[in-house]
């Protein structure tokens, strides 16, 4: 979550955006708010690239609860936080049924775990994914 002026993230207890690089259409209309003179705000919820099939109602929910934070107002969730559910137990079936992918998820909790070393930058986790990819492809 990034806010366009750091008043605005201080208000909504949000990290100022510090990005200066390529960008998508989110960073095009944050960039066209903040020159109107209106605050901007883009939220984002992670979501793991072993399971980031549409849609994510998971992250979906967290994104609408982060929505009802920053608006103070409540936003009808309807049967989506059952889908939410629905879905987290699909995503611990993938994990329990495919070792190769348990070991993988496995990796990145030790990995985000010790995010703060150098050694789990983010170089080194792409490193040892493709080194992982190549290893199941041996596998086959």
Wanted: proline residues 7%; contains cysteine.
């Amino acid at each position: 979550m990034a806010a366009s002026d750091p008043n605005a993230s201080t208000s909504l207890g949000i990290e100022p955006s510090r990005y200066e690089g390529p960008t998508g259409v989110v960073g095009v209309f944050q960039d066209a708010a903040t020159r109107a003179g209106l605050d901007a705000v883009s939220l984002w919820a992670a979501v793991p690239h072993y399971v980031g099939q549409s849609p994510c109602p998971k992250a979906t929910v967290v994104l609408l609860r982060r929505v009802e934070d920053i608006l103070e107002l409540p936003v009808p969730l309807g049967d989506l936080p059952d889908q939410a559910e629905a879905w987290q137990h699909g995503v611990e079936e993938l994990a329990q049924e495919d070792s190769d992918v348990a070991e993988y998820v496995q990796r990145l909790e030790e990995a985000s775990d010790t995010i703060d070393l150098p050694e789990a930058s983010g170089e080194h986790i792409a490193r040892e994914f493709e080194r992982y990819l190549r290893r199941r492809g041996n596998e086959t």
